[in-house]
Structures are given as structure tokens and as C-alpha cells.
């Protein structure tokens, strides 16, 4: 007996998919859910599970093809026994755990690589968004993904010499990624020498030679995610008036706070306390009184949002994402963070459903997690502001002491910069709005809010 595996709906305005990659070949053997393919949408990247178990028996949708909800994708024939056919036919729920760093998956065997569309390297959100890893996966994909290795990663490995089947890959479920074979084809450093040449110069550390991108002299197709991207920010910017207003941060309290909680956090989380948190509680604070900030046009009408529901950009291979946490403003530090690390950790493991993407009122972007001291984020339809978090770095600054007087200490700083529709806000709102945000910060009065 043959079954159809046919495309599930993923999410309520979603009417198509592109398949990006089988997991599986024909002749393989799938169990009930698992990992069969993976689809991409205007919404989202997810993998669809096999709703029967047996054996693969025909492709009918092949990579890069697009087709309407409910087409059959592939036929799985029972193997030994009758299908065993599962309530729904949609991605599996995951289950939210904390993000640990990534664990080396047994070396994969050197196998030719399926044809599939090459994973292009992305910027956070992110986030970057976040400084969160992805979970290592425990899919019973695991061996195929191992397995799998992208063409461009292949050809930068031969290129260079690596013997594939001696890298460890950090990606999803132990897969090769370009910077595991730049981190192969990096030379060792000199061992130190037991002298130095002059007892007053110290011996600089020997230069590692910058590695060449995989993609340099080539050409690829724009991924769906990326297309919509790209059409998303052209059309942002040229139907609305975007500028940035930028406020630096003394968050010196909060780092102080961070040291002396660590151990307690990570105690009820399983996840650090990052500055992460604290930026997106102190914004939707301010939110609830800044409602300008939290609003979306409608023809010729402002609506003001009832909750504050924040997007939070996360820096993925595939395209920048952005997972949203809903009525932000009720929620204490702990729950922050634990949803920031299951969103994160989802949206880089193509397991969000695309509805935690849709709903979003505010975005908050960590432009900071990759050394950035700030930028100017853009503003996606139909929120009218973003927040970007530069990185938090070190520097002398003019405090106040305790009789009054200035001085100049080592303060933990960061800018916060602020993009926003000029249709709506106008500069003074953005300024009121920021500053209100840097009291809450620089005060750190968040005892209260940790969840401890």
C-alpha cells in the first residue's frame, strides 16, 4: 500500500511552497516523523515530516519547484507492515529547551553531494540577533545532515586541500560548515618561543592569512527568503520616511548586576543573562508610553497597537528572520531570555511555526553582536520603528561622584539607535521615547524583574 505526502499548510495566508532539499533519496527507509524535506516559504523555512512510515518510493516535486498547498510531494510505500498514518501532517512541535553551544557530531563519511541550492552566510539580527547557538539536533536526520555538505563547501575544501572526512562540523546536527573548513585550513599557531629577542618588545603573535570566501568568482540564485527580503526593505523605503535618532547608554549597573546573578540564572534558566534581555524589557516599558512608536498605518488612519509585541532579528545562514514575543511588556527578565534562546534556537534549526513570525508591533535588532558600535536599521511595513543595540564596550566617561563632582572612569557604554517613520513620529516622540529607555537602563533597577 502507497500513501502521497502532500504539503501541509503552513500558516494562514501562506498558499504555496519551494521545495529547497530532500533529506531523503529515493529507496530510503523514513519513519513516522521524520524529517522528509525541506520547504520554503514567504514566511518561513521548515522541514516536513514524513506522516507514514515505509519506504520512498517516488520524488514528484523535485528542489527549486514551487507548488500549491496540498500537492503531493512524494509517495512512501509500507514496508513490512501497514502506514502509520499521524494526526497532522504538519512540522513537528518542538520542544523549547535552553541553547547550548553546538557539540562536534563523529566525523562524516565523504559522500557526493546532492544538488541543492547553496547556503549563502547572512547579517541579525542578529541576532543578529541574539548571541544565542543553535541547539545541536537530535532529529533522526542527523546522520543525513552529517552527511550532507554544500557544494560551495565541498569545492573550498578541495580547493584547499581538507580532507572532508577529517573535519568535524559544528552545524545542525554535526554538518560541515564553511567556517569549520576555514577553521581546518587555518595554519597552526608557533608553539612560543622560551626567550623573547628584546626584554622591552613583546613578540607580536604571528598574522593568520585571511581565508577566501567559497562564493568569490561565482553566481547563485536568490533564495526565496532572501526575494522576499529584498522586496520587503525596497518597498519599506520607498513608502515611508525613515530616520535614525541615536542616545548613548551607560549600562556599567547592569553588567555589575549581571556578574552577581550569573550563577542564580543560569540555575533556573539553564541559560545565561545577556544584555539582551534587559534592552527588550526597557523598550516595551516605554513602549506602553510612547504608543506612537507602537503603531502601524492604515490608509489614512494611525492604529496604536493594545500589547506590545516585539520581533527580535535573528542573524540565520538561509536570511535574517525575526520570531516575535508577545506582550513583552508583562514579562520579567527570565522569561525574556528564555524565550529569546527557543525563538533563536528554532529559527536557525528551520523549526518555527509561521505564525511566531507574524504579529510583531515593534522590532528590536542586536546590530551589536558582531563588533558594530551602531547602524542605522530600517523599518519594515507596517511597524514604524526599530531599535538597534550597538556592542557593549569599555571606554572612559565623565561620571558624577557622590559630593557632586566629575570625574573620569571605565564605564561599560552602548549606543542605542533608533529608526522610525517620519509619517508618524516625529523627532521629539523618538527622542522622548529613547531617553526614557536609557533612565530604565542606567537606574538598573531590576531586582524585582529578574524571576528568580
Known sequence: MSESVLLPALGESVTEGTVTRWLKKVGDTVAVDEPLVEVSTDKVDTEIPSPFAGVLEQILVQEDETVAVGAALAIIGSSGGASAPVAQATAPEPVAEPVVAPQAAPAPQVAPAPVAPAVVEAPVAAPAATSAYAAPSTSPSSNSDANYVTPLVRKFANDNGIDLASVSGTGVGGRIRKEDVIAAAAPAVAPAQNYSPSPTVPTAAPHTPTVASPLRGTTEPMSRLRKVLAERAVASMISTAQLTTVVEVDVTSIASMRQQVQSAF???????????????????????????????????????????????????????????????????????????????????????????????????????SRGALFDTPVVFLPQVAILGTGIVTKRPAVVKTADGSESIAIRSMVYLALSYDHRVVDGADASRFLVDVKTRLEEANFTADLGL
Not at 307 to 313: M, T
Not at 329 to 355: F, G, H, V
Request: glycine content about 8%; charged content about 20%.
Open 266 to 368: 543560569v540555575a533556573k534558566t539553564g541559560g545565561k543573562l545577556n544584555f539582551m534581555p534587559f534592552f527588550l524589557l526597557a523598550a516595551a516599558e516605554a513602549l506602553k508610553a510612547h504608543p506612537k512608536l507602537n503603531a502601524s498605518v492604515d490608509g489614512e488612519n494611525i492604529v496604536y497597537h493594545p500589547s506590545e509585541n516585539i520581533s527580535f532579528a535573528v542573524d540565520t545562514e538561509k536570511g535574517l528572520l525575526t520570531p516575535v514575543i508577545r506582550d513583552a511588556s508583562t514579562l520579567n527578565l527570565a522569561q525574556i531570555a528564555m524565550q529569546i534562546s527557543d525563538l533563536a534556537a528554532r529559527t536557525r534549526n528551520n523549526q518555527l511555526k509561521p505564525d511566531e513570525l507574524g504579529g510583531g508591533t515593534f522590532t528590536l535588532t542586536n546590530t551589536g
